[in-house]
């Protein structure tokens, strides 16, 4: 293939990560090189840094509408998932005596891999399905939830599709059964309100990167006496829950990236109306198109659209010789050449799913973004149907 001529820059993968936000990075600056103590030492240094770790926990908290005790730093979503996932079934074993997850089919690989390692210790994993637009299949659950259910673990936001699950309601329906409820909320939070004591849950996880902060940083929110097991033994840190010193530095800008993404909450229906037009765009003027997930119950810039008769990776490919940067899926699995399994369980055959593009828009992009992706996306998807052999041409 000869290159495509880039003439602009489009970054729209931002469900992959998003940049460290300059005010993030401004304010993290100082814990490299003036609040450098360890938060653990009686000194003054050290009690400078305790204060600057408090103070942060407090702000992040606040945003999430949680207690500050309730919050507890990670490495990350994955450790977040990880640590919640496991911990809340082996407590509800120890406690109850209970052996049985719940979870949907679309789960991110931390939690999907979590119920496996969950299996080899005896428990018994049940994975709802969900409707044709992502949702979860309600009356699925209620016939799945019984008496042995320790935890249900429904991610908020699907990382694909964008989809936004039922929550509250799926939270309600976990404590009358007495299980506890965990959401993975990464792609939720920064882009529409998260709230944890109106969602009702349990557990919920968080990822920096996502919205504007490092990679390396993210939060476990635990509820005020749900004391599952601790998840790294150590010296005692995070209230004796997830021992290792704190990173500081990371830890501040992740309580400024929530801030900030709370600020910014208004811009979201300006992201909503761009993603919009693009997919209205795309199924009005290319032909044998598939939109995938929920129209409206959905992150405000995610859009995923199967192409037929393509492969996703040549079109990615494609599309970034030109300055276009999205996906064709998770990039957490991204070099598997399996088809998502996130659009196989909407029911789309493995051979449409392969033909993915998801873009996820975020506060950076603008309208000449969107319509430099639609001056480009045309020809490109055409260059690459003109050799498919099996493709039966637009009049078809």
């Known amino acids: 293939m000869e290159e495509v001529t880039k003439e602009r820059f489009v970054y729209a993968d931002n469900a992959a990560t998003t940049p460290v936000a300059p005010e993030v990075a401004e304010a993290m600056t100082p814990y490299f090189t003036a609040v450098w103590g360890n938060p653990s030492s009686m000194y003054s240094k050290g009690r400078e840094a305790r204060k600057a770790l408090d103070s942060a926990r407090e702000r992040a908290s606040k945003v999430l509408g949680c207690a500050p ?31 049985h997850v719940i979870t949907s089919t679309i789960e991110h690989p931390a939690v999907l891999r979590s119920c496996e390692a969950l299996e080899r210790e005896g428990f018994r994993v049940s994975r709802v399905n ?3 637009n992502g949702i ?3 009356d699925e659950l209620r016939r799945t939830l019984d008496g042995d259910t320790a935890i249900v673990a429904v991610m908020y936001a699907n990382n694909e599709i964008g989809t936004i699950q039922p929550i509250e309601e799926i ?20 882009s529409i309100p998260v709230d944890v004591n109106a969602l009702g849950v349990d557990m919920l996880s968080l990822s920096g990167h996502k919205l504007g902060a490092p990679k390396g940083i993210g939060a476990l929110y635990m509820r005020r006496g749900l004391k599952i097991n601790k998840y790294i033994d150590g010296g005692g840190q995070e209230r004796g829950m997830r021992s290792g010193t704190e990173n500081l530095p990371y830890i501040a800008g992740l309580a400024e990236a929530l801030e900030l993404a709370a600020s910014r909450m208004d811009d979201m229906e300006r992201i909503r109306r761009m993603r919009d037009r693009l997919a ?91 319509d430099y992706i639609i001056e480009k996306l045309p020809g490109i998807v055409s260059r690459l149907r003109s050799m498919s052999p099996i493709y039966p041409g637009d009049d078809k």
């Not at 005790?69 to 640590?83: I, K, P, Q, V």
């Not at 992150?299 to 037929?308: Q, R, T």
Request: proline share 3%; with cysteine.
């Open 69 to 99: 005790n309730e919050l507890y730093f990670t490495s990350g979503g994955t450790e977040a998932d990880n640590w919640a996932l496991k911990g809340g079934a082996r407590f509800m074993r120890e406690k109850q005596g209970r052996t």
């Open 130 to 132: 969900v409707c044709k």
């Open 136 to 138: 979860l299949d309600m």
């Open 171 to 190: 939270s309600k329906l976990a404590h009358e059964a007495g299980a506890l409820m965990f959401t993975d909320a990464v792609q939720a939070v920064g």
């Open 280 to 370: 209205d765009y795309i199924l009005k003027n290319i032909p044998h198109t598939i939109y995938n997930g929920d129209p409206s119950r959905r992150l405000p810039g995610n859009l995923n659209i199967s192409f037929e008769y393509i492969e996703g990776e040549s079109l990615l490919l494609l599309l970034d010789m030109a300055g276009i940067c999205i996906s064709t899926g998770s990039a957490c699995s991204s070099n598997s050449l399996e088809p998502s399994h996130v659009l196989l369980a909407l029911g789309l055959p493995a051979e449409k799913a392969h033909g993915s593009m998801r873009v996820s828009l975020s506060h950076g992009n603008t309208d000449e973004d969107v």
